[in-house]
Nanobody
Framework: QVQMVESGGGLVQAGGSLRLSCAAS????????MGWFRQAPGKEREFVGA????????YYADSVKGRFTISRDNAKNTVYLQMNSLKPEDTAVYYC???????????????????WGKGTLVTVSS
């Protein structure tokens, strides 16, 4: 099992940057593929990006490709989401997610994922 706490959210102007962190507990961290999802009020949860257990593979939604970078530091039990060139439509609560299989972490709406953090709010002003 893994418990996760997100941090780094806040208010930023369009075009700015933020780095989100997801701190996970337990030595089992390396057994999980990790992902980031986001959800705006009244909208569906959507996939943002994912990184494999060994940090050898990454995958991004088309909406963030080229702007966001996901990475993990297994020695620190931490996953990061570097967000650049932020747009107002990026405003959402961002959730860290963990799953034992790569295919599940890539689910567009997060259905079936094993573990979730509580989220951190990102607000991008226009």
């Amino acid at each position: 099992q893994v418990q996760m706490v997100e941090s780094g959210g806040g208010l930023v102007q369009a075009g700015g940057s933020l780095r989100l962190s997801c701190a996970a507990s337990g030595r089992a961290f390396t057994s999980y593929a990790m992902g980031w999802f986001r959800q705006a009020p009244g909208k569906e949860r959507e996939f943002v990006g994912a990184v494999s257990r060994s940090n050898s593979n990454t995958y991004y939604a088309d909406s963030v490709k080229g702007r966001f970078t996901i990475s993990r530091d297994n020695a620190k039990n931490t996953v990061y989401l570097q967000m650049n060139s932020l747009k107002p439509e990026d405003t959402a609560v961002y959730y860290c997610a963990a799953d034992r299989t790569w295919g599940v972490i890539l689910n567009p709406n997060g259905y079936g994922i094993d573990y979730w953090g509580k989220g951190t709010l990102v607000t991008v002003s226009s």
